[in-house]
């Protein structure tokens, strides 16, 4: 636990946040979605080492954090949907506690009241589908059990830009500055995924080729664009089919 909290970074808009919140004197806000925050990442975090995964850095923005785990892409898809949502049990277990607290009269009603306003607030908003908010993730992984890998990808950069049109001309958050702030941060977060798509396909194609993987399904495709994330796959063109490995190996021999 010690070293998951050295690995805590805050972002410059959590920054300018907290600092107007300590100036007009909203620390009790500060703390309790700060609070909410790290607990949800830690959420994901815990689960992550679990599963053996390797956690880069947790950043916390305004309104929600962002746990980077250092894998690789072709993990297992049920294992990622569990480490997805950790985030959201782990937030949803530490307001009980509060709830506890509250109906045994150890903390106030303005100070439950507070964590249910962020709580409620961080819960809907997370699971938003858009990139890189867990609602993507979770999307994005029941995508591609169903979806080859590629049009999972870009699928999930169309619906995080439609909930981003929804998210902007609803009601259910304040169109205030943080606001402002947040949605700029997520249009720059789906802006990177969309410039590093090659490089993520590459990657995952690399993996394919350089580890061995166990798939319980099988897929004849004639293109290499259509690997799927959770089949293996046999390459039929020119009248024959050839395995997955195999192609791969010619593949990276012309490209490299």
Excluded: C, W
Aim: aromatic share 18%; charged share 20%; proline share 1%.
């Amino acid at each position: 636990m010690k070293n998951l909290l050295t690995k805590i970074n805050f972002h410059y808009t959590y920054i300018i946040l907290a600092l107007g919140l300590v100036l007009t004197g909203h620390f009790s806000n500060l703390i309790i979605f700060t609070s909410l925050i790290i607990i949800h990442e830690l959420g994901h975090a815990l689960l992550a080492l679990y599963y053996k995964y390797k956690i880069d850095k947790i950043i916390i923005y305004p309104y929600g954090g962002l746990t980077k785990i250092d894998k690789k892409i072709n993990t297992n898809i049920n294992n990622d949907i569990v480490v997805a949502i950790s985030g959201l049990i782990f937030q949803s277990m530490y307001f009980m506690l509060v709830l506890f607290l509250y109906k045994n009269n150890i903390i106030r009603e303005y100070i439950y009241n507070l964590f249910y306003l962020y709580h409620k607030s961080m819960l809907i908003f997370n699971i938003i589908p858009i990139i890189p908010l867990d609602g993507s993730k979770i999307v994005n992984l029941i995508l591609s059990k169903y979806f080859n890998y590629n049009l999972a990808n870009k699928l999930t950069i169309i619906i995080s830009f439609i909930s981003i049109v929804i998210f902007l001309y609803s009601n259910i958050f304040d169109k205030n500055y943080s606001i402002i702030m947040v949605i700029g941060v997520l249009l720059n977060n789906i802006y990177k995924f969309y410039k590093e798509l090659n490089f993520i396909y590459n990657r995952f194609l690399l993996e394919r080729y350089l580890y061995k993987y166990n798939y319980k399904k099988d897929k004849i495709i004639n293109n290499m664009n259509k690997m799927y994330k959770n089949r293996r796959h046999y390459f039929k063109y020119n009248g024959k089919i050839e395995e997955e490995k195999e192609y791969l190996e010619n593949f990276f021999k012309k490209k490299y």
